[in-house]
């Protein structure tokens, strides 16, 4: 009952009444299945927030961020649903981190196209050179977001050799980190408005 339950700072408790294929035991709990999960945060959740959730909950399972909707449509007057649509129209469940579906949606918020996620950059042969974050295959931009794992010496060096790697074939490659994301997308918004200008002007192409 919600009258025992004890606050936690930081702890937001929401209750509900998830029955049938909703519900569902991970190790021996009774949780909400992904979908439900998901569905449930579209409709809470600040947007950016709702994307990452949605992209992480969909990513490698059997349910497209789509399918939201029509959970809304079957769930008629529950509470939020109109938020829904909008996280859907944002989510990419081939994203892998949540801090590169944070910075793929400040960069289209920001008024830049949309990238590709998980992007294949092949050679003239088809062969896969690299799997980019995102990318404007148009301009040959790759975008990458580092995370703590990056500043290993070893990540490092492997970073460097692949960047060189894309740079021979006529790719530039901006890596981006967490401050970049969380107080810096202005600037780095500038910055890829001005390389998709100058990497897609006739000059040189």
């Known amino acids: ?52 959730a949605v992209d992480a909950l969909a990513h490698g399972r059997a349910f497209a961020p789509a399918d939201l909707v029509a959970k809304c449509a079957a769930q008629r007057g529950a509470r939020g649903c109109r938020s829904v649509a909008a996280v859907v ?54 975008i990458e977001y580092d995370g703590a794992t990056h500043f290993d010496r070893n990540r490092a060096d492997l970073d460097r050799r692949r960047d060189a790697t894309l740079a021979s074939h006529g790719w530039e490659t901006l890596r981006v980190v967490r401050d970049d994301v969380e107080s810096g997308m202005p600037q780095i918004a500038r910055h890829v408005d001005t390389l998709l200008a100058l990497r897609t002007s006739p000059a040189t192409r």
């Open 1 to 52: 009952m919600p009258g025992y339950m004890r606050a936690h700072t930081g702890l937001l408790v929401r209750f509900g009444t998830p029955t049938g294929c909703d519900v569902v035991e991970a190790d021996g709990c009774r949780v909400t299945a992904p979908l439900r999960t998901a569905w449930d945060l579209a409709r809470r959740l600040p947007l950016i927030e709702a994307v990452v």
């Open 89 to 142: 129209a944002w989510a990419d469940p081939r994203a892998e981190s949540p801090m590169e579906s944070r910075l793929r949606v400040r960069l289209v918020r920001a008024g830049l196209p949309k990238p590709a996620v998980q992007y294949e950059v092949r050679d003239e042969y088809g062969f896969v050179l690299a799997r980019v974050d995102l990318a404007y295959p148009d301009a040959k931009l790759a």
